[in-house]
């Protein structure tokens, strides 16, 4: 944990008890869930000006919920449910169907979720800094974490913590710290970047008439196979937004880019951009009830998938998700599949599927959420413990959220024991967890239908 900057003559802006390094989905339920009891000071630190992360900034539907399959179960709750019922109060929510095999997803307002995060961490006591950038951390003489430095319009300020939670989604407080991390594309390619964007004046209608996803899929290779757009790839989405007559995409694809190189991913950024709007000229020229709809958004920054994932107490792994692995220190489950977005030599792009037998889940263990050694740190949401393969399963937003409420749970129990990381108890961090409504027990298979309410179907599965 070298530094040029000297720690000594920066002020001292706070101390807390726990500290959470970014405020995505995973990080602000791991500061929800941290503050839950009243008695500790939660800080979260945030670059943006907003919280939420890729549920705010990219992406407009949260995945891993429900098992894929006939039969869905629901596989997450707590205050991943908190969230989304807040959302649903409002109108702003609805569920999408079994795309691409990878279950129900629930379809959401992104503008609306960020004054829904604002409310909840403000309810719960939590103190927020947004525009405040993570820049450094230092240890104490024992070897523990003890503080950070973050940067800010006003200079660079000092902040002190018993416990810290890297929710940065690059490993960004663990990286700075000196833990051993792997970075995607070290062993096998990094999963390719997407640029989301948004477009309006659609007829939706016409669209479904003319055939739908397949139809799209169709034109997009025609497009490519004739040279008359320029696309990236053959395949693609689309779906509709919480909004008439507006939908959202996937279908950007940026290759080969490790995204902590700050030069590559500003390259990255502006191919998204270029990309996006060759997409508008596609969907104008080729998809019927398109020719007037316009890119009306571009998403916040590039979508990252995997950038560097943190070694910790254990490693989930390919086979765990495969083989619908038991723990007995489980701290959520996951149903999603490994959905790995691979570039292809020579230029394309392949998803490469891999399903958890029968509709069912895996468990994933509280040792992933520990990184190596550590005594006074957790991480959460995609920087935590994974092989590439099993990162892209667990990746998905249900579980993020559900790592974030396990891990603020975990530190807060471990002030309240004088434990470190590695000594919680697992069977009282498992009891609390199911007392707050968190799922850790596959339940039993029920159907119900994707088009009723959230409510209804959350009574329904569980």
């Not at 502006?270 to 398109?290: K, L, N, S």
């Amino acid at each position: 944990m070298s530094s040029p900057l000297q720690h000594d003559r920066i002020p001292l802006l706070a101390e807390t008890d726990i500290l959470v390094a970014g405020a995505g989905s995973a990080g602000c339920c791991a500061a929800l869930a941290a503050s839950a009891s009243g008695r500790h000071r939660v800080l979260l630190v945030e670059r943006y000006g907003f919280a939420g992360g890729s549920s705010t900034q990219m992406l407009d539907t949260f995945y891993g919920f429900f098992t894929p399959g006939e039969f869905p179960r629901k596989v997450v709750g707590g205050l991943p449910d908190r969230v989304v019922d807040t959302l649903d109060r409002a109108g702003a929510i609805f569920l999408r169907p079994n795309t691409y095999g990878a279950g129900t997803g629930v379809n959401y307002n992104p503008e609306r979720l960020k004054l829904v995060w604002d409310e909840l961490l403000a309810a719960a006591g939590v103190r927020v800094l947004l525009h405040a950038t993570l820049v450094d951390a230092r240890a104490g003489a024992d070897g523990g974490l003890r503080e950070v430095i973050i940067s800010t319009k006003r200079g660079f300020f000092r902040i002190a913590a018993r416990r810290f939670i890297d929710a940065s989604g690059d490993a960004d407080l663990c990286h700075l710290a000196g833990f051993p991390c792997e970075k995607a594309g070290e062993l096998e390619p990094a999963q390719t970047l997407t640029t989301i964007f948004r477009m309006s004046n659609v007829d939706l209608a016409a669209y479904e008439a003319a055939g739908g996803r397949k139809m799209l899929v169709q034109r997009m290779t025609e497009a490519v196979e004739r040279g008359t757009h320029a696309l990236p790839r053959k395949t693609g989405s689309l779906h509709p937004m919480n909004a008439v007559g507006c939908i959202s995409t996937v279908a950007v694809r940026v290759a080969d880019v490790d995204a902590t190189d700050f030069e590559q991913l500003a390259a990255a950024e502006a191919e998204g951009r270029r990309q996006a709007f060759v997409y508008e000229q596609f969907f104008r020229d080729c998809v019927p009830g398109f020719a007037a709809a316009n890119i009306i958004g571009l998403s916040h920054q590039i979508g990252v998938r995997e950038t560097r994932r943190v070694y910790g107490e254990y490693r989930l792994t390919r086979e765990d998700c495969l083989n619908a692995a038991r723990f007995s220190d489980r701290v959520l489950l996951c149903g999603a599949p490994i959905e790995d977005h691979r570039s292809l030599p020579g230029g394309g792009e392949e998803t490469v599927w891999g399903y958890v037998p029968d509709g069912g889940a895996y468990d994933v263990p509280y040792r992933t959420l520990v990184p190596r050694g550590r005594e006074e740190t957790w991480v959460v949401g995609r920087c935590f413990s994974a092989t590439h393969d099993a990162h892209a399963s667990c990746r998905s937003m249900a579980q993020t959220m559900a790592m974030g409420q396990a891990a603020g749970t975990a530190a807060r129990l471990s002030l309240e024991q004088d434990c470190g990381a590695r000594a919680v108890p697992v069977a009282e961090l498992q009891a609390r967890l199911r007392a707050e409504g968190a799922v850790l027990e596959l339940p039993a298979k029920r159907a119900f239908t994707a088009a009723a309410e959230w409510r209804k179907n959350r009574e329904a599965a569980t």
